[in-house]
């Protein structure tokens, strides 16, 4: 049986850690090549050791530096020789509001989690074009839908991206090249755990998702991976909450 990933190569930043790297063994799983960006070298590393060499590469990356982004994108093509599937997932959490935050700060979360995903699909366009077919997933988050307190650079960037997600995807709908974000809820994975470090702010969340319980970074990577494949050869500018059904609930308690 042919694997879904089979002959593909796929790019993804932020590849060494949680969501990133459950999509980067998602691929490998189902048959594809992974280039992996991540601005932590030793895990990104290890991610390619555990994949062989034959399957992953990993080039150090700091996805909020339009050079380095390109530096990536056109090595994985050269390395691979083609690129199929770009998934823009590095970022960075933030917490603050308007009245605590100074420009930088806003600006920083703004560079890595919103002008990362312009770089990546820049970059990624012209090498996809040239195939005529494509698939970028943008990691956006329940952030980027709706409000929370004391993340307003997060959920201004993460917003972005849904809204830029939207935008590419009717510029690329002619050209074969499709877009789609994912916006997850609250996953176990580094990023959540440094930013709901208290166990009683924890707790708080979990009571807020109906279905009870945190995500998994393989449940994300699994829709990150459909979005990516030819099954949804018919869907661009999509953004699909995967949270445990946080965004479907009117806030009222049961
Ligand atoms: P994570 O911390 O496990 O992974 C993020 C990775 O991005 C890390 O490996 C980190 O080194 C890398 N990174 C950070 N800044 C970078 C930079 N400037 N250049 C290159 N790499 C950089 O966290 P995760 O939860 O897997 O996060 C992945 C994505 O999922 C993020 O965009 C995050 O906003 C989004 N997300 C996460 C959650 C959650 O609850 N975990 C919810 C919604 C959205």
Redesign the pocket.
Known sequence: MTQQFEGKVALV??G?????AAFARTVVRDGGRIAI????ED?GRALVAELGTDKASFTR????QQDDVIAFVDGAAAHFGRIDILFN????GGMGTTLDLDAAAFRRVIE??LFSVFYGCKAALPHMLRNGSGAIVN?A?I?GMLGDFGMTAYNTAKGGVVNYTRALAMDMAKSGIRVNAVC????D????AGLKAAESVFDNFIRAVPMARIGQ?EEIAEVVAFLASDKASYMTGTVIPVDGGITATSGFPD
């Open positions: 930043t932020g060494a850690s949680g969501i990133g960006a991540d601005l932590n895990m990356t700091d996805v909020s997932n590095a970022g960075i890595v989690d990691n988050s952030a997850p809820g609250c996953v994975t580094p990023l959540f970074a």
